[in-house]
């Protein structure tokens, strides 16, 4: 029996003072990444808070203390429920026409054996184009008088149609270019699906599983972090989305395109606002986070 | 090992150091700049104190600052670009302001690139980055800009200022507010209407005779419109800024899209009748004459190029861009320019624009003296003539509407045609500012706009109740309980 409680003393020691191994060279390596999320992403959306609840003053800062006005003034401001529904409006928009593009692009490019160098190639290519040129090149397909759409639609009876200029197409419109700008995106389905040993495939196929089969039981499975991952780049994305909208409708017609992102920027450079632009930030901040953090659960609990 | 451990300890504390040190710089830049802000505002008090002797005063500091054999620079960004046709003239009058204010250094700065000027000025204020002295603060903006504390009182200094009767009464409305002057003209334009003679003589019309009225601008419109040529009788501006040339139209219909009491608040005006009858016409246009270009939300350059190629035959104008249409090929005699033609009101009257020169108030007495000198010596009879005389010499179109009275454009436009300057005079007898409070209302009235441009189903009068309930609620009630306080 002593000797049996001898012999268990090193282990409790063990316990005891357990060593702790600090990895030198990954935070040498994680260092700068992390000072500069402090400086460029924390530090903004901290001061963004901060801006939230005052009359905020550029020159003067930080301008009157209100409180909780700016968030006040959201909640009854038509402009931003208009925004609210908008961007979310873009955000199902984008979900239908584009997310599901890149996947399926990756899975059809990982059964070509036939040139297959030269098709990523051609699809990476497009996203060598700068984003601003590309949404004025867009701008102008779209142009009712002018426009190449228009012209080779009615060749078949259709059109003219107003594209950027009728409120009812105009966000569909914005979002039909992300549909060709998938390249990145299909190129890192396309690294998953490269992970993928091919003896399970293979294994399967001789278990008599037929393409869809296969899809469903061994594909999106392997897939599926990387589905996770690229979901939430996708929402903070399109939450974030700017550009488009600037550039090819200024948030028109009649604010059917104006987002979120547009507001805080109408709101601090054309009116002035830096307070209730902060608000709009931090709420939006709070809409990326929530649906953020329900993605994760949702992954982790499957 | 313990040594080990040791050098372990006092390694991560030494690492969490340098983070916070790192991290406490960056908080450390705020406070710092909160610092400076409260010490630049004390600057600017005792700024505004010591400058009630104003320009006199400003020679004064300037002399002192010499006789003490210091030089004062100072940072504008108005250095002309490479391809400016009056690079050579700026340059020189650059030097010539050096060789005579020899205690004055100026530093021209091209502007920083970015978007627009308006939020580029913005931004590098706010950076404490602004220039001393800027001269773009456009008319509808510097009401704001005063508000956010980017201009200096400039009282004190044009009280004394030799010239300051010298200046036409209009191009000073905007840059006064409560009585204070913020801005010193820098430039200024008065629009009209455009029409393209040699379309007019194609289209059966007389050459030589605009639109008079909304009847003859509609019958006019029909005759030049020609949708097989992509060929329109007048072009709209329904983008982001279609509240700009919309409210022409509701000054022709005799109303304003606002009105300010005498307290200083503001009323909005959108649903009265004048708006809502602008509104109407301005969708007839579209809908019911098609006189317009099919694309109503293109750009202001799409605009523009639409005139220049021949496609628009009638726009609005400014008095300041007939050299644009020379330099993108047009035949200045085919060019005409007249007041608006007039609405339900029996009145036409152009939109007075321009920018005016702004001093940072966050700059040091010093700089802020020298830039009203050098402000002073850019605005003066000699300089301005200067200019006008190497645009007559090398064949530039001017700006045939001075800032100051007592210069004289068409003095200096012998080869241009008689007729276009009378008319730019004429149009610049009845003037009106842009309305009130425009840059936060901006997004309510075009809203409208498009709607009514874009949905032929749309009922303007309903689209101007929504935009005045939204605009009241959101905007107009806080402006106001901001004045009254």
Known sequence: ?302 | MKKKQRFRTWSSLAIALVLMLMVSACSGGNSSNVTNVSEATNDSSSTNAAANNGSDNAEATADNTASNGGTVEITVWDQPNPDDTMKSIKEEVYADFEVQHPNIKVKHELMPQGTNDREVFVTAMAGGNGPDAYHSAHFPIIADWVGQGLALDLTPYWDSYADKDKFIPSSMEAGTIDGKVYGVPHDMYVTGLFWNKKMFEAAGLDRDTPPANWDQLVEFGKKLADPAKKQYGITLLGMEWADWWFEYYVWQAGGDLTHVNPDGTVQLAFTEEPSVTALQFYKDLKWKDKIVQNNVLQSYQDNMNDIFQGRAAMSNAASGGFGDYVAQGMDLNDVGFAPYPVGPSGKGPGQIGGAYWIINPKTTKEKQDAAWQYIMYLNSKEVAEKYLQFQQDNGIFPNLLSVRSDVDPSQFAQDISPELVAAVNKAASDTHLEYFLKERLTPYVVKAVQKALTDEKSNPKQLLQEAQDAAQKEVVDAYNASVKK
């Open chain 1, 1 to 302: 029996m002593k000797a049996a409680i001898e012999g268990r003393k090193p282990q409790v020691q063990a316990r005891v003072r357990p060593r702790i191994k600090i990895s030198w060279t990954a935070i040498a390596f994680v260092s700068p990444a992390i000072v500069c999320f402090l400086l460029f992403k924390y530090y903004p959306l901290l001061q963004a808070v901060y801006m939230s609840f005052f009359d905020y003053k550029v020159i003067n800062p930080p301008g009157k203390f209100v409180w909780l006005d700016n968030y006040k003034y959201l909640i009854h401001s038509t402009e931003f429920w208009n925004a609210f529904r908008n961007t979310f409006a873009f955000f199902f928009i984008y979900f239908i026409l584009t997310f599901w593009v890149p996947i399926v692009q990756a899975v059809l490019l990982n059964e070509i054996k036939f040139a297959s160098k030269t098709l990523r190639s051609l699809y990476l290519l497009p996203t060598a184009v700068p984003a601003v040129a590309g949404y004025l090149l867009w701008k102008w397909l779209y142009n009712p008088d002018y426009g190449l759409l228009n012209y080779l639609l009615h060749f078949i009876g259709l059109g003219p149609y107003g594209w950027l200029n009728d409120p009812s197409m105009a966000k569909w419109s914005i979002v039909l270019p992300g549909v060709f700008a998938t390249g990145m995106g299909m190129l890192i389905y396309y690294s998953a699906l490269q992970g993928i040993p091919s003896e399970n495939i293979e294994a399967a196929k001789i278990d008599g599983a037929g393409p869809w089969r296969r899809m469903r039981s061994i594909v999106f499975p392997s897939l599926k972090f990387v589905i996770g991952i690229q979901f939430i780049s996708f929402i903070c994305g399109v939450f974030l989305t700017f550009d488009p909208m600037y550039i090819m409708t200024g948030g028109g017609p009649a604010s059917s395109t104006k987002t979120l992102s547009m507001l805080v920027f109408n709101s601090s450079f054309k009116e002035f606002r830096f307070g209730v632009a902060g608000s709009i930030s931090f709420v939006m901040f709070v809409i990326i986070a929530v649906i953020t953090y329900l993605q994760i659960k949702l992954s982790n609990k499957d």
